[in-house]
């Protein structure tokens, strides 16, 4: 297998060739064809990847060429398949897979269908360049690769200004991190010599234990992670990208771009580890966005914008198990997330298919005997997400947790309180969508109907993962081995100093038990509040408490950044617009030009075409040289 690992990017890439060539000729069957058929087979392959190294625990390292060569350093163009890029190679083409497949019923009917599957392609082909590169430079590539695609997919409906401009801050936002990883490279080469991985990670040991030089590599690392996945204060893009199609969102929000900034992270943990004070700034970065943004997601009506800031809030949880040194249980949650995440994205889609393109959840209502498929899969996606035994996420978040919670007191309960309002506004959701009347127009109840199939086989694909995903990684406190831990081990024992928690069995069950009860009782108390009192969330221009319109306007974060940020940048481009270039440049540059012009004008006048002028100017001429020539020898002859 080693030899044919490098189709697994190859494939989506000839999809985006031939579906980007073809989008005006072949039939959208043919193009959801080719689209979903070359994932699947990357996919195919990945699995077969996957089997080797599990049975044989052996990485596969594979030379394509010579890259770059400047001086002693040499870069070649490479793959690393390791225990944890081939996990990721499962997610990505596995998860990409049944979105593609979804796309074919949920795009059917746009113009754009064939462009649409061609990015989607080459998003997979950017993603998959990103984990499967042996060295910083070739993630790089797939780092900024996928940031293009995002813009392309986020402003696919581009005529629309909100959307357009949705795809431009998502760009801009992703280029400020972007730089702190650009910066991390150049240190790397400076300090080791190299990027690629093989040779920096077995030599940060031979450094000092915090080391200044590592902790600003580390740091400008995270800068990179916190545009990509979505961190304070690079976050507010993440919301805004639900612009795009539905299944833009889900492919960003699970299986893709988002987890970049984890990957990359987990991958270097060698050199996280030796610098505790990164470590600590992640931790408290990912647990103060994790706790913010679900603060935000309990007002949002809109329900994709719930889903996305409760992403937002899920990838804090992540980068505060890696903060916390749990990498296994950070990358734990990375697997369990993608399959609620992007079950839960593609449900929504469904809902907005079935209600002709409504996507307030005021305007929802009574759905569930509608579209059973959506509802049933919707709700073992909101279980998942919730952290409720056994499905999924329960297991990811309690390792999470319990790791927080050996780390520091007042973390862990910031993380269960955080806990506790994603439950509540995961079954908000619900209960608005599913539950009670329909409160949408009359043309819209007509029309109510189940997505067809090729949109309800991946929910209902994904809706089984998110019941099992989380017996992977079962804590031998309830019997497991923890499969995905011992898999792991390789990647992290280097790097983690301890990736199991080390509590007595009844702490670990008391800590289990209060964050199955906090999520039980917002269940309970989401049930109680939209279902027995048949409460609304209330409408634009109705009074709110103060604390909910702070957290219906996002706690005027965008509004922040513009007085910050945006207006003084507008302000200054203004300035060296008018002034600076318009009356300076440009004047001095124009008024070099206008004086030979206007010279030429005057001269210009003298050509009158009277032939009497020419001659008399022609003589004037004649006596000037004759005076000119007499007068200047009968100066010299004088001297």
């Known amino acids: 297998m080693d030899k044919y690992i490098w189709l697994i990017p190859l494939l989506p890439l000839l999809g985006f060739v031939f579906n980007g060539l073809g989008r005006n000729v072949l039939s959208k069957g043919v193009i959801g064809f080719i689209g979903t058929f070359m994932v699947l087979v990357a996919f195919g392959i990945s699995l077969s990847t996957f089997m080797q190294i599990h ?113 431009k801050k998502a760009f801009i936002m992703n280029r400020i991190g972007d730089l702190g990883f650009l910066i991390a490279i150049f240190l790397m080469v400076n300090i080791f010599g190299s990027v690629e991985f093989a040779q920096i990670f077995p030599r ?108 937002v809030s899920q990838l804090g949880y992540m980068f505060l198990g890696l903060g916390v040194g749990a990498f296994t249980g950070g990358f734990f949650h990375v697997i369990t997330h993608a399959f609620f995440k992007a079950l839960l994205f593609l449900g929504a889609g469904s809902v907005i298919h079935a209600v002709s393109g409504e996507q307030d959840m005021r305007n ?90 090729t949109m309800t086989i991946p929910l209902i694909v994904l809706a089984v993962l998110s019941i099992v995903g989380g017996f992977i990684g079962i804590p031998e406190v309830l019997g497991g081995h923890h499969a995905l831990g011992h898999f792991l081990a390789p990647i992290f024992k280097a790097g983690a100093p301890k990736e199991v928690a080390e509590l007595p069995v009844s702490m670990e069950m008391t800590l289990m038990g209060i964050s199955v009860g906090v999520a039980v009782l917002a269940l309970i108390y989401a049930y109680i509040k939209y279902i027995s009192k048949g409460d609304l969330p209330v409408r634009d221009g109705e009074e709110r408490s103060f604390l909910s319109t702070l957290s219906y306007k996002k706690f005027y974060v965008d509004e922040l950044y513009d007085m910050l940020f945006r207006k003084p940048l507008d302000a200054a481009s203004e300035f060296l617009y008018k002034v600076v270039d318009k009356m300076g440049i440009d004047g001095l540059v124009n008024g070099i030009g206008a004086a030979p012009v206007e010279g030429s004008k005057g001269l210009r006048l003298l050509q009158t075409g009277n032939v009497g002028f020419y001659i008399f100017m022609m003589v004037l001429g004649i006596i000037a040289l004759l005076v000119y020539s007499f007068g200047f020898t009968g100066i010299l002859h004088t001297k």
């Open 55 to 167: 049975e044989t625990g052996k990485a596969i390292n594979v030379t394509l060429f010579q890259w770059i060569s400047a001086g002693t350093m040499k870069v070649p163009f490479a793959f690393l398949v390791d225990q944890l890029s081939s996990i990721m190679l499962l997610i990505i083409t596995g998860v990409g897979t049944l979105i593609h497949l979804y796309s074919i019923g949920y795009m059917h009917d746009d113009a754009g269908f064939g462009k649409f599957f061609a990015y989607l392609n080459l998003f997979i082909f950017f993603m998959l360049l990103l984990v499967m590169g042996s060295n910083y430079v070739i993630m790089f590539i797939g780092w900024e690769g996928v940031g293009l695609c995002s813009y392309l997919l986020i402003g696919f409906w581009y005529t629309n200004p909100d959307y357009a401009d949705a795809a």
């Open 204 to 311: 940060v040991h031979l450094m000092p234990h915090g080391f200044w030089t590592i902790t600003l590599v580390t740091m400008l690392l995270f800068v990179g992670a916190t545009g990509k996945s979505a961190q304070i204060p690079l976050f507010t893009w993440l919301p805004d990208a639900m612009a795009g199609p539905t299944p833009v969102s889900a492919l960003i929000h699970a299986a893709t771009m988002v987890t970049a900034g984890i990957y990359m992270i987990a991958r270097s943990n060698i050199l996280f580890v030796w610098a505790p004070v990164t470590m600590d700034v992640i931790a408290i970065i990912g647990l103060a966005t994790a706790l913010f943004a679900a603060l935000i997601a309990l007002t949002q009506t809109d329900i994709k914008k719930v889903l996305a800031y409760s992403t």
């Open 364 to 453: 929802m209502g009574g759905l569930r005997k509608k579209l059973p498929v959506t509802f049933a899969t919707m709700l073992i996606g909101t279980i998942a997400i919730a952290g409720i035994p056994p499905f999924a996420g329960f297991f990811s978040k309690d390792e999470i947790l319990s790791h927080t919670y050996e780390h520091s007191k007042w973390m862990y309960g910031v993380g269960v309180f955080t806990a506790m309002l994603t439950s509540f506004y995961m079954f908000r959701l619900l209960f608005l969508t599913f539950f009670g009347k329909f409160r949408g127009t009359h043309e819209q109840e007509h029309h109510l109907h189940e997505s067809p199939a």
